[in-house]
């Protein structure tokens, strides 16, 4: 057996999937043990999942426990540079803490090291366009690293033609550096695979290990990715299989909505955003959590003009002051099925819509058409214990023709019931596409 294994902030899951034929063997979670090591749980998980005298050839691991990856995005201008910035921080798994972009000061220096980003994502410029910008930034870094002590480490992924001298200002101030391609190397076209790999890298060698989840030398030898990064793998790699496709993730702390869609002919060349658009896109709604959210649900619903149970603030107070509560009786477990529709349906017009850089009121960028998606595929623990998930989801999602947005057509609705998106992806990053393609099947 193969081990995939997503540790979380509130539960770890894990997958028993068979080496030979990437059948599924087995599903099991546990609570993530954050209090004490999170191998505890991890354990349990494996222990159960597996079946019984099964040898396990190797363990691939996810995680987004700890926060995750705590990015913060500094581009050349707020509308261009420091938006496909952002969206290619988005695609690698990233939590976005913090965007900034032109001049920036002492103050500005400031608020970014408040936040505590994990990484920075340096971008600027067009590949042979404007350098100087890029180059205030690294010494404005530069200068923050001697005189405060910020020496987060830096992802580069601006103009190709400063970035050896860029390397250079950061890392004669000590600061760690890894230099890639440029995420937006021409106007209107978005490169997102150089920086997603390398945030990658450097969320392996420097996030997990600093996060002190476990004493092991195991846990950080097994974890492969962020585990949103593992899931968006997972997803591209189903959208192969199914044509265009959206998923909704909904959980305790956030709604993630991942798209892949087919590009648009009209929407490329003259006519393409500046940024770029992202085809293969994740968006992360922090506000939309059933549990430790919860109550950002029903505000963001009153704010969408939702009809909702009377009662529905209530019990979302009580999910938030309570994210280990368990819906015990029919009532309860109806508002978690309210609270996981309302995310879904939110999250995925506010995915459609496109997002809003630079303070509430820039325009909203890079939308996206849902019409003629495919499969529509929902996850999280809410949504896999309820078999009529599936249709809710619908009605949730693929009614709502009153947000402003076009909801997938005729898509087929289902739900991941067994967790298949994320050991997929991280067998496909390790290299078993063949078993990551027939684990999807299950789907």
Same mark, same amino acid.
């Given at each position: 057996?193969?081990? @995939? ?32 090591? /999170? ?14 005298? %099964?040898? &396990?050839?190797?363990?691939?691991? @996810?995680?987004? %426990? ?49 936040? =505590? ?22 010494? +404005? ?21 400063? $970035? %050896? ?17 440029? /995420? ?15 945030? =990658? ?19 950080? =030898?097994? &974890? ?5 990064? $593992? ?21 305790? +702390? ?30 992360? !709604?922090?506000?939309?959590? /059933? ?29 938030? %002051? ?9 009532? !309860?477990?109806?508002?978690?099925? !309210? ?25 909203? =960028? ?10 529509? &595929? ?12 599936? !249709? ?12 402003? /947005? ?38």
């Amino acid at each position: 057996m193969i081990v @995939c294994a997503d540790v979380g902030s509130t539960y770890t899951k894990a997958a028993a999937v068979d080496a030979d034929t990437g059948a599924l063997a087995g599903t099991a979670s546990h609570p993530t043990t954050l209090g004490t090591d /999170v191998m505890d749980g991890l354990r349990a998980a494996v222990a159960n999942a597996l079946p019984k005298g %099964a040898t &396990v050839v190797d363990t691939l691991v @996810c995680s987004s %426990a700890g926060g995750g990856l705590r990015l913060a995005v500094i581009g050349n201008e707020p509308l261009v540079t420091a938006r496909a910035a952002y969206r290619a921080g988005l695609s690698a798994g990233a939590r976005v803490v913090d965007v900034r972009a032109g001049t920036l000061g002492p103050a500005d220096l400031a608020a970014l090291a408040a936040v =505590r980003p994990d990484v920075i994502l340096l971008a600027g410029g067009t590949d042979g366009g404007d350098e100087t910008v890029l180059r205030a930034h690294a010494a +404005a870094l530069a200068s923050a690293s001697e005189r405060d002590g910020l020496t987060t480490p830096v992802v580069l992924a601006g103009n190709a033609n400063a $970035a %050896a001298d860029v390397t250079a200002i950061l890392e004669a101030a000590g600061v760690p550096v890894t230099a890639v391609g440029n /995420v937006l190397p021409r106007i209107g076209t978005l490169d997102p695979v150089p920086a997603r790999t390398a945030l =990658r890298d450097v969320f392996l060698r420097h996030v997990i290990a600093g996060k002190h989840l476990s004493a092991s030398a195991d846990f950080t =030898r097994m &974890v492969k990715a962020a585990t949103p990064d $593992a899931v968006l793998t997972g997803v591209e790699l189903l959208a192969e299989r199914t044509g265009d496709l959206l998923v909704v993730d909904v959980g305790g +702390a956030t709604t993630d909505v991942y798209s892949v869609l087919t590009p648009d002919a009209e929407l490329q060349g003259p006519r393409a955003e500046v940024a770029g658009t992202a085809w293969r896109a994740r968006t992360v !709604e922090g506000d939309l959590g /059933v549990r430790h959210t919860a109550v950002g649900i029903a505000e963001a619903a009153g704010e969408e003009d939702l009809p909702t149970d009377p009662d529905l603030p209530e019990a979302a107070r009580r999910r938030g %002051a309570d994210p280990a509560l368990r819906a015990g009786t029919d009532r !309860e477990r109806a508002f978690d099925r !309210e609270l996981s529709a309302l995310a879904a349906r939110i999250a995925v017009r506010r995915h459609a819509r496109g997002e809003r850089i630079g303070g509430p009121t820039e325009p909203l =960028r890079g939308g996206k058409d849902l019409a003629a998606v495919a499969a529509v &595929v929902g996850s999280g623990g809410i949504l896999r214990r309820d078999p009529g998930a599936a !249709e809710w989801l619908r009605e949730a999602v693929g009614g709502d023709t009153s947000g402003g /947005v076009r909801p997938p057509k005729d898509a087929r609705f289902t739900v991941d019931t067994d967790y298949r998106l994320a050991p997929a992806g991280l067998l496909a990053a390790a290299g078993r596409r063949d078993l990551a393609s027939r684990l999807l099947a299950g789907i």
